[in-house]
């Protein structure tokens, strides 16, 4: 998992980045996404899909280690002091039920804990009872104010804002 322009063309099976969101963003794995994101792809929406996500934060791209192949992308916001992230996460439909997204969330908690991140939220649509269960068994915990009935948000507090190193 690496910020998707800087990963070399020897760690993956190097296509066109617009090639790869394309075949990613199927109407199956959008379909739970923002109303905006679903849809078919074409590369002319796909090149706008990425500079759209260029504007907006840091996309990872996720590359399956054995068979070098991008199996799906980690969107992170920043606050603007850099202590709390807005997660976004999706996985190609091949890539669903095999453990990656758990795999996926646990390591980014890690890097969070090691970099000095207070919060991560992410929303997650109702019917996605795996991805609930993917931030939950991460330590996500479900926010009661959430006013959207279609999308619960969960916040995983990793430090508060006075808390030393040596609380996490």
């Known amino acids: 998992?690496?910020?998707w322009h800087s990963i070399s063309s020897d760690e993956w099976d190097q296509e066109a980045l617009e090639t790869i969101v394309k075949i990613i963003l199927t109407p199956q794995?959008?379909?739970s996404l923002p109303p905006a994101w679903q849809g078919d792809y074409t590369l002319e929406r796909a090149r706008d899909w990425i500079k759209e996500r260029d504007d907006d934060g840091v996309t990872l791209i996720?590359?399956?280690k054995s068979?070098?192949?991008p199996i799906g992308f980690?969107?992170?916001f920043e606050s603007t002091d850099g202590r709390d992230l807005r997660l976004g996460y999706l996985l190609a439909e091949p890539a669903w039920g095999?453990?990656?997204a758990s795999e996926?969330?646990?390591?980014?908690?890690e890097w969070c804990k090691n970099n000095n991140?207070?919060?991560v939220t992410g929303g997650v649509e109702n019917d996605n009872i795996a991805s609930i269960r993917v931030l939950e068994k991460n330590g996500f915990v479900r926010e009661s104010h959430a006013d959207d009935k279609e999308e619960q948000m969960f916040v995983l507090r990793i430090r508060h804002n006075n808390a030393t190193k040596t609380d996490c």
């Not at 996926?104 to 908690?109: A, M, P, T």
């Open 1 to 3: 998992m690496r910020e």
């Open 29 to 31: 794995v959008t379909r």
């Open 62 to 64: 996720v590359v399956e």
């Open 74 to 76: 980690i969107i992170l």
């Open 104 to 109: 996926l969330i646990k390591g980014l908690v």
């Open 67 to 69: 068979t070098r192949s």
């Open 117 to 119: 991140i207070y919060t």
């Open 98 to 100: 095999k453990g990656f």
